[in-house]
């Protein structure tokens, strides 16, 4: 398959003005240099921690933020070099949902003039088709022609986040970015919008970057997983490869933390201490020396880099960690005591 979507040392810095002149003074470190690529027709998700860069890396790949330095390339287009005009085409063919669409809706439009709006500012569908489409649409989303002259205060949660999937599929888009798109959503919801979009996956060819703080929840739509910490990729390969061998601790932690409905499953349970440090100064060589409880010496001062180990152990996928096989095999042990039997 061709990739859709590559890359390349993406980094975004939000400077700290202050001092006398507001000087840059220092920079939140929010994405600091991550590379991956998305295949056509693929799910590939970016799960973590709030605060990890994984939002921030969905609004950089569409410019909503200007990223600091790196490459994203859409279908081979190097698209931070678009100007305004180029880019606001580039725009129908990579569209984004939200966590809260009642906030990314305006309460006093139709749903007609939301979808008619987006269609106008991207004009990809004949003027006089615009009202048909949008009628097209509605059902699409499972929702009814007759509520199309409705107020997005008529609509319950999960319709609402049905009537930002229809504003996104307005100017028939390729990649989609959703953005904690179920995640404010009542599980049965939750599943019903999940499935809606893998329907429209697989009539519409659409390819999905999914951000979510939840691993459980993008297990099963995901083809591949990404698990970033303070603003770089500690882990990337197959959601199956992810889930039954899992490499990097932050990962086994995540996972561990997904509730177990039968009791008799007893995996190994990773308490992470402390909260996630700043990313600010954030802490030197592995980012998550500070939490991990196996970190050395080593892991305080070299950086750990993305690759893939013995295939063993990590199949289908990258991780960052110096122990990692060692830790597989058993000859690295946890340093201090975060580990326990639930
Ligand atoms: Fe833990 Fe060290 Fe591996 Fe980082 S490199 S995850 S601190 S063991
Ligand atoms: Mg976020």
Do not use: W
Request: aromatic share 6%; with cysteine; hydrophobic share 35%.
């Amino acid at each position: 398959k061709n990739t859709l979507l590559e890359v390349k040392g993406l980094k975004q810095y939000f400077p700290i003005k202050g001092g006398f002149l507001g000087r840059t003074v220092n920079n939140v470190k929010a994405v600091d240099d991550i590379s991956f690529d998305i295949k056509e027709g693929e799910t590939v998700s970016v799960v973590g921690e709030s605060g990890c860069g994984k939002s921030t890396t969905g609004r950089a790949i569409l410019r909503l933020d200007e990223p600091t330095e790196g490459t994203v390339n859409f279908e081979g287009k190097d698209i931070l070099s678009l100007n305004k005009k180029e880019m606001r085409d580039m725009r129908s063919e990579m569209q984004i949902i939200f966590q809260d669409p009642f906030a990314s809706l305006n309460p006093r439009k139709t749903v007609k003039m939301t979808l008619i709006e987006a269609m106008d500012i991207q004009n990809v569908v004949p003027k006089k088709e615009r009202t048909e489409r949008a009628l097209e649409i509605m059902e699409t989303v499972g929702l009814q022609k007759h509520q199309i002259d409705r107020f997005p205060h008529e609509f319950s949660g999960g319709q609402r986040q049905r009537i930002g999937i229809a504003r996104a599929l307005a100017v028939n888009p390729k990649l989609i970015i959703a953005d904690e798109a179920v995640s404010a959503l009542d599980v049965s919801i939750q599943a019903q919008v999940l499935n809606l979009l893998q329907r429209l996956q697989r009539e519409m060819g659409l390819t999905y970057l999914f951000i979510a703080h939840d691993l459980g929840v993008v297990r099963h739509i995901s083809d591949r997983i990404i698990v970033m910490y303070l603003g770089k990729i500690v882990e990337m390969g197959d959601t199956k490869s992810i889930f039954e061998n899992p490499q990097h601790p932050y990962t086994k932690a995540l996972l561990s933390a997904i509730p177990v409905p039968d009791p008799k499953n007893k995996s190994e349970r990773i308490f992470l201490r402390g909260d996630v440090p700043s990313p600010i100064d954030p802490p030197t060589g592995c980012r998550f020396h500070t939490r991990c409880p196996f970190a050395t010496e080593k892991c305080k001062t070299e950086i750990p880099v993305l690759e893939h180990k013995d295939e063993t152990y990590a199949g289908q996928h990258d991780v960052a960690c110096h122990y990692a096989i060692d830790i597989q095999e058993g000859r690295h042990k946890a340093t201090h005591d975060m580990k326990n039997v639930r």
